[in-house]
T-cell receptor, first 113, second 114 residues
């Protein structure tokens, strides 16, 4: 398995609280992605990073921010969690700009109550 | 917006039978990939087919790509109980250059009956 770890694996939080999810990789891949997976929607891209401190928005970025201060870590922050952000979040990495397979973490199940 | 759409949404077959899933997409692509997701787990890459390829094999998997119809199919031959999972197609849009990630369909949930 590719060296990619997500933490926490499960989290329950209250509406309005900030939440940070962490993705850590040991593969030294340049590109990192955050997706959310919801029933009926498949996986949707939230944010992605193409290098340290280089990030951009994906399809469903509202309410989320990201940071990448080191190659190995990509953080996803929900500034003020809402019930609509209850989802399973996946981090993915790729070594090059597209054209290759993506490696996924095991996911973080987030419940906002 | 979803780029790929899998069909059918769910498929149940007997062990030993072949399973075929289809994927349609909207824009020109660099490549198309298929992933498997077991319940409660992350996605695992199965196979990648480039836009200039028409067919690719990997073990019991056969993937076809028809860029004129913007469609792909995944065939799993001689299915096994362990093939029970959700299968997703993912595209790497030509316009985006690939850096902005893969676009996934909603998946086909495959159940192999013993």
């Amino acid at each position: 398995d590719a060296g990619i770890t997500q933490s926490p694996r499960h989290k329950v939080t209250e509406t309005g609280t900030p939440v940070t999810l962490r993705c850590h990789q040991t593969e030294n891949h340049r590109y990192m992605y955050w997706y959310r997976q919801d029933p009926g929607h498949g996986l949707r891209l939230i944010h992605y990073s193409y290098g340290v401190k280089d990030t951009d928005k994906g399809e469903v970025s509202d309410g989320y921010s990201v940071s990448r201060s080191k190659t190995e870590d990509f953080l996803l922050t929900l500034e003020s969690a809402t019930s609509s952000q209850t989802s399973v979040y996946f981090c993915a990495i790729t070594p090059t700009q597209g054209k290759t397979e993506a490696f996924f973490g095991q996911g973080t199940r987030l419940t906002v109550v | 917006s979803q780029q790929g759409e899998e069909d059918p949404q769910a498929l149940s077959i007997q062990e030993g039978e072949n399973a075929t899933m289809n994927c349609s997409y909207k824009t020109s692509i660099n490549n198309l990939q298929w992933y498997r997701q077991n319940s409660g787990r992350g996605l695992v890459h199965l196979i990648l087919i480039r836009s200039n390829e028409r067919e690719k094999h990997s073990g019991r998997l056969r993937v076809t790509l028809d860029t004129s119809k913007k469609s792909s199919s995944l065939l799993i031959t001689a299915s096994r109980a362990a093939d029970t999972a959700s299968y997703f197609c993912a595209t790497d849009a030509l316009a985006g250059g690939g850096a902005d990630g893969l676009t996934f369909g909603k998946g086909t949930h495959l159940i192999i009956q013993p």
